[in-house]
């Protein structure tokens, strides 16, 4: 048994990780915006307020856990600050609380396709979102410029199954418990928000990734 801190665990991504850390028998601290708008939330899950942009919100929230897992995004702030803000809080604020395992959510446009170039520099690549893709990006160097941290970067290698609902909803799909990590996006893919969880659990639990960014694909 773990003991998990979850931020951003209010939305689908977020929601997930919890529920699948609390299907797995772990304690969850999951830190949200405003409790009060997630009544009491699942059992065995400690809903608190936190702000994942502040270190030291950060710190109180994760002291005595054993990993965290970020899921966390504000779009109502701009892109590169919010993220940028958000990775120096958790690298601070983690540090601080002696968490030293991190797992981030990331985002498949900021990954590699298999010619090596970013998604979103590809040719035909969607551009409408491309200020949010630069955002993340400026988190992940952030990340990648920290020391202490060891921490593990997984973006969808495509995009979530935002359709079909599964056993939660509208979370996104029902979870197989499969999946496969790759280096390289790929805009065709979906995978369920469920499935994802799986691979964000697996992650906390065992890493294999340390300082390095994977695209985790359906399996």
Same mark, same amino acid.
């Given at each position: ?8 665990? *209010?939305?689908?991504? @977020? ?9 797995? @028998?772990? !304690? ?11 009544? %009491? ?6 809903? /608190?307020? @936190? ?24 779009? #109502? ?10 990775? !120096?809080?958790?690298?601070?604020? $983690? ?11 990331? $985002? ?9 170039? $970013?998604?979103?520099? &590809?040719? %035909? ?16 160097? &952030?990340?990648?410029? #920290? #020391? ?35 280096? +390289? @996006? ?5 995978? #369920?928000?469920?499935?994802?969880? /799986?691979? $964000?659990?697996? &992650? ?5 990734? +340390? ?7 359906? *399996?």
């Amino acid at each position: 048994m773990m003991d998990i801190v979850v931020f951003g665990a *209010g939305g689908r991504a @977020g929601r997930q990780a919890v529920a699948e850390a609390r299907r797995r @028998g772990h !304690r969850v601290t999951a830190v949200v915006r405003d409790p009060a708008a997630h009544g %009491g939330g699942p059992a065995g899950v400690r809903i /608190v307020a @936190g702000d994942v942009t502040d270190p030291l919100s950060v710190a109180r929230a994760a002291v005595g856990h054993d990993a965290a897992i970020n899921a966390a995004v504000d779009l #109502s702030a701009p892109p590169a600050e919010f993220f940028t803000a958000s990775a !120096r809080a958790l690298i601070t604020g $983690l540090a601080e609380a002696g968490v030293g395992r991190l797992v981030a959510i990331g $985002l498949a446009s900021i990954m590699p396709g298999p010619s090596g170039t $970013l998604l979103m520099d &590809e040719p %035909g690549y969607p551009n409408e979102y491309r200020s949010f893709s630069l955002g993340h990006a400026a988190g992940l160097e &952030e990340l990648r410029t #920290s #020391s202490g941290l060891n921490w593990a970067y997984m973006a969808p290698a495509g995009d979530f199954n935002h359709d079909d609902q599964g056993d939660q909803g509208d979370d996104g799909g029902a979870r197989t418990g499969r999946y496969r990590i790759t280096e +390289h @996006g790929d805009p065709a893919d979906r995978i #369920s928000y469920a499935d994802f969880a /799986v691979a $964000l659990l697996d &992650e906390a639990e065992s890493p294999r990734h +340390h300082r390095a960014a994977v695209c985790v694909r359906e *399996g």
